[in-house]
């Protein structure tokens, strides 16, 4: 039995003296106010109307139940109207600075369509973390290793003159003896300063003799676009960056390198849902595929 809707019935009958204004107020038929009626009178073993043809008047046991069914009926309007509330509530989540506007705009429009408004916070790696550690945010996209990850992008170096070579080896960075000019530098945006990354990185630049000044970490994407703009150096981005900033991307000859990211969850929470509903606008906000294979 609907408790709570043989109450709602029970109790607009009683306030309209009547089955057919009562069910028609409580938006119900009279025949299904009826046998509501009847469903909780069989359950208390006891009448709760005196029918009449004209009217239906409370029994004694009627009245002393009236007041404990309203106020069931109203605990249940609080809790459906909380729980549109809740619904509506706009869900917090931390994501990459190198997202687009774009991306995030279009992301932000899906979510919506699927019932739920996100608030995006976007932070760098380690604040990612620590936003969700502190549960300032409901879920973010951290920045994870590529076989960690539920999304990867492959990354390259990208320069303001065409390589003309399909790869770019970092062995061809490091100084001669007839070599002019200064230094070629690789510049790591904050995005990739994080372990996973970093640290192959620099290992590498280590092996194939470079100068520890060729290898450096951006405090900001525009500020290593600009040395890049007007200078022989190189960024480390994804295809879709260099795009966008106009330069030519090439993969690296000695290493392969991609950002990985998984969705994970403040508390106890478990971002499954949002995967399963957003799971493939994400990944073309983060300019992935959707297998967490890395794009090619």
């Known amino acids: 039995m609907d408790l709570v809707g043989a109450c709602r019935a029970f109790v607009s009958v009683s306030e309209y003296g009547g089955f057919t204004v009562g069910a028609a107020a409580a938006r119900m038929s009279q025949s299904v106010a009826s046998r509501r009626v009847a469903a909780l009178e069989e359950r208390f073993g006891q009448p709760l109307f005196e029918r009449t043809s004209r009217r239906a008047v409370l029994t004694p046991f009627g009245r002393d139940m009236l007041p404990v069914a309203r106020q ?19 869900w917090r989540l931390a994501v990459p600075g190198v997202c687009s506007t774009v991306g995030l705009a279009r992301l932000v429009a899906e979510a919506r369509g699927q019932g739920f408004t996100l608030d995006l916070r976007v932070a760098a790696p380690p604040r990612r973390r620590e936003l969700l550690h502190a549960q300032q945010v409901r879920a973010a996209l951290l920045a994870v290793p590529p076989d960690e990850a539920r999304w990867a992008v492959p990354l390259g170096l990208a320069g303001a003159q065409d390589p003309r070579v399909k790869r770019v080896y970092l062995e061809t960075l490091r100084l001669g003896r007839a070599t002019t000019g200064p230094a070629r530098r690789i510049w790591i945006q904050p995005e990739d300063d994080v372990p996973h990354i970093r640290d192959p990185l620099t290992r590498l630049r280590d092996a194939v003799g470079l100068r520890p000044a060729q290898l450096v970490a951006a405090p900001d994407l525009t500020t290593a676009a600009a040395e890049v703009l007007c200078t022989r150096d190189l ?62």
Request: charged share 25%.
């Open 72 to 90: 069931l009926v109203q605990a249940a309007d609080v809790l459906l109207h909380e729980a549109e509330a809740v619904k509506r509530k706009p």
């Open 235 to 296: 960024l480390l981005c994804t295809p879709a960056q260099a795009e966008e900033l106009a330069l030519n991307w090439r993969p690296i000859g000695e290493i392969t390198l991609s950002r990985g990211f998984a969705l994970a969850a403040a508390g106890d929470g478990n971002p499954q849902h949002i995967e399963a509903r957003l799971g493939d606008a994400v990944a073309r906000c983060l300019g992935a595929d959707t297998t967490g294979e890395e794009a090619t």
